[in-house]
């Protein structure tokens, strides 16, 4: 299986703030790379598909980048209701792997 | 709009087996576009993937849970379901479906996602 590394595994950042997450893969995935948001007692969420496409509805302060086997998640500028946990997810081969997770919280 | 809604028993016996079902509604599980999938989380934990399957039949499963996993389709009823056999303590987990696409865009990404139902294995 593909291991998925998230860095951190918990964040805390005030309002406003630039917040980057990383997702490390343990072989080259190409950018078959997805990003998810995951809120308290809720699904997870769709927020970047192949590494750096905004999903749609998506607020434009998210992105993506990155290929091979490095990738990394931005907030530009952080809001309240960022409040999530966002998981990576490989899908260059099942079975398809999630990294741990990234707990952000408000300072 | 399509939406996935699980259903099914919130607590199972160990050594038992854990039956899931997904309800596809406002759109056709037969549209050919989609795998659909089943995925599970840990209280606390992160997420780990079950297998999927394809409106034919066709099946995908985690080696991890391959030898205990079986997903089927009822394309009449629009749904999918999972049967997870001799579980543990270990299954216990809230309990997702989800819907992805075959081709790009979007590409195995998990696009719609059920509520998720919690289930514990105990006795």
């Known amino acids: 299986d593909i291991q998925m590394t998230q860095s951190p595994s918990s964040l805390s950042a005030s309002v406003g703030d630039r917040v980057t997450i990383t997702c490390q893969a343990s072989?080259?995935?190409?950018?078959?790379l997805n990003w998810y948001q995951q809120k308290p007692g809720k699904a997870p969420k769709l927020l970047i598909y192949?590494?750096?496409n905004l999903e749609t509805g998506v607020p434009s302060r998210f992105s993506g980048s990155g290929s091979g086997t490095d990738f990394t998640f931005t907030i530009s500028s952080l809001q309240p209701e960022d409040i999530a946990t966002y998981y990576c997810?490989?899908?260059?081969?099942?079975?398809?792997?999630f990294g741990q997770g990234t707990k952000l919280e408000i300072k | 709009q399509v939406q996935l809604q699980e259903s099914g028993p919130g607590l199972v016996k160990p050594s038992q087996t854990l039956s899931l079902t997904c309800t596809v509604s406002?759109?056709?599980?037969?549209?050919?576009?989609?795998?659909w999938s089943w995925i599970r989380q840990p209280a606390g934990k992160g997420l780990e993937w079950i297998g999927r399957?394809?409106?034919?039949?066709?099946?995908n499963y985690n080696p991890s849970l391959k030898s205990r996993v079986t997903i089927s389709v009822d394309t009449s009823k629009n749904q999918f379901s999972l049967k997870l056999s001799s579980v543990t303590a270990a299954d216990t987990a809230v309990y997702y479906c989800?819907?992805?696409?075959?081709?790009?865009?979007?590409?195995?990404?998990?696009?719609?996602w059920g509520q998720g139902t919690m289930v514990t294995v105990s006795s």
């Open positions: 072989q080259d995935i190409s950018n078959y």
């Open positions: 989800a819907r992805d696409e075959i081709t790009p865009p979007r590409r195995d990404a998990f696009d719609i």
């Open positions: 399957i394809y409106t034919s039949g066709s099946t």
């Open positions: 406002g759109g056709s599980i037969s549209s050919g576009s989609y795998y």
């Open positions: 997810q490989q899908y260059d081969n099942l079975p398809h792997t």
């Open positions: 192949d590494a750096s």
